[in-house]
């Protein structure tokens, strides 16, 4: 009976789709990169140029310090229902927030090659949430969670040019994957009633550490045309680690289970990369940029005791951003990108598709630069559910819509030496 009560739990941890690898690439990131929606493969003499394209570094001029931030960034989902207990639906919200620094970049130029050293945050949120319901036969059903989830990389990069048009670099990042999960279910029943209250409790944490490489080629067809690629290798992992607990009491019986805390050995996998871009000077004020990208498939468990192996197809994104100089030094920003899911469906018990928009301003004077701007994501999706019956046994499944908002405040800054 015990393992009935299963199903509530592993549907609340399906639900919550945060994963970098989901939605790859989904937060800001980058010096101007982060104003176009991501958008930056052929992009040059920007510091994002050490994640999206190493050999558009290979065009800096001076030694420069870049910082760029998301800050006061806030994501927000709606679920119809996470779930169906006792004949009653159970609507759900959700939040989180951030403010920090999303990368540090500090590059310099040789004779014949540019160096830089950089620190990237390109995925962090932290979710803390609760939630009471009751039923006809439970006087209080309660569910709440803590969630986070983080992605650093340290690095160096370089980069030169083949020739007058055509340009070549590289980056390796000392990466770190860390994620952490903690959920609470309690259901306790009327006093009428001669069930026994029903207890979830669930914890469960995660770090993967190892190397990941972009190298990136920059080609000049004309003064007017200019492309760009990069290959980025999957995580070649060095080490794992993760702690997993649980406890599990059944409402009939009052069966229980308790397992750890005990070490496990996540399986994340951070899957490999290709990117193409174009570059199109439309005229000495406005340039056009577009990037797609495809995710390679990936198939992993990532250690937790109750979760499932999670499935990943090759997935295509699209990304387009436009530059236009308003005056001799200061340029308007903006991007547009679709960034679906690529989680595997139907396999995937939950997926969201994004539409991404991203609108700023950089001021440029003779030795800094400083930009401001906003990130709007919305999403659509849908989640498979369950309809459990009094004593938690799952009678039907049935989909839900999901929708999140996202939107956060932009700046970056930049000083030459």
Request: one cysteine or more; proline letters at 4%; a negative charge.
């Amino acid at each position: 009976m015990v393992s009935q009560i299963f199903v509530i739990l592993l549907l609340c941890l399906n639900c919550f789709g945060y994963s970098y690898i989901d939605n790859r690439n989904l937060f800001p990131l980058g010096e101007k990169e982060m104003f176009m929606a991501n958008t930056g493969v052929a992009l040059t003499e920007s510091s994002g140029n050490v994640f999206y394209n190493p050999a558009g570094l290979a065009l800096t001029q001076a030694t420069k310090l870049s910082l760029s931030s998301n800050s006061y960034f806030n994501s927000k989902t709606e679920y119809k229902s996470i779930q169906i207990l006792d004949d009653t639906n159970f609507p759900f919200s959700t939040s989180g927030s951030q403010s920090i620094p999303s990368t540090l970049v500090s590059a310099w130029k040789g004779e014949k090659m540019a160096w830089a050293f950089s620190i990237l945050v390109p995925h962090q949120l932290k979710i803390q949430d609760a939630a009471l319901y009751k039923t006809a036969n439970y006087e209080t059903v309660q569910v709440a969670r803590v969630q986070s989830f983080q992605i650093l990389m340290i690095g160096g990069t370089w980069a030169g040019a083949l020739s007058a048009t055509t340009r070549l670099g590289g980056s390796c990042f000392y990466t770190t994957y860390q994620t952490n999960q903690q959920f609470d279910f309690s259901a306790t029943p009327k006093d009428s009633s001669a069930l026994k209250p029903a207890v979830i409790n669930s914890f469960f944490n995660s770090e993967i550490s190892g190397g990941i490489c972009h190298v990136g080629l920059q080609h000049d067809v004309t003064e007017l045309l200019h492309w760009g690629m990069t290959v980025k290798t999957p995580l070649l992992t060095s080490s794992k680690k993760g702690t997993s607990s649980q406890f599990i009491q059944e409402p009939t019986q009052g069966a229980f289970k308790a397992e750890g805390p005990k070490e496990i050995t996540p399986q994340v996998e951070i899957p490999g990369e290709l990117s193409a871009g174009i570059k199109l000077n439309v005229s000495e004020r406005l340039k056009l940029y577009s990037d797609i990208n495809y995710q390679l498939e990936a198939s992993y468990n990532d250690g937790n005791q109750l979760s499932e192996k999670f499935e990943h197809a090759a997935t295509f994104r699209y990304s387009g951003g436009v530059q236009f100089k308003i005056s001799p030094k200061n340029d308007l920003l903006a991007g547009f990108a679709y960034n679906p899911s690529s989680l595997k469906k139907p396999e995937s018990e939950a997926f969201e598709n994004y539409f991404v928009g991203s609108l700023g301003v950089q001021s440029q004077t003779e030795n800094s630069v400083l930009g401001v701007g906003v990130f709007i994501a919305q999403s659509y999706g849908e989640i498979v559910n369950s309809k459990l019956n009094t004593s938690f046994q799952e009678t039907e499944t049935f989909k839900s819509e999901v929708r999140t908002a996202v939107t956060g405040f932009l700046i970056s800054s930049g000083f030459s030496f």
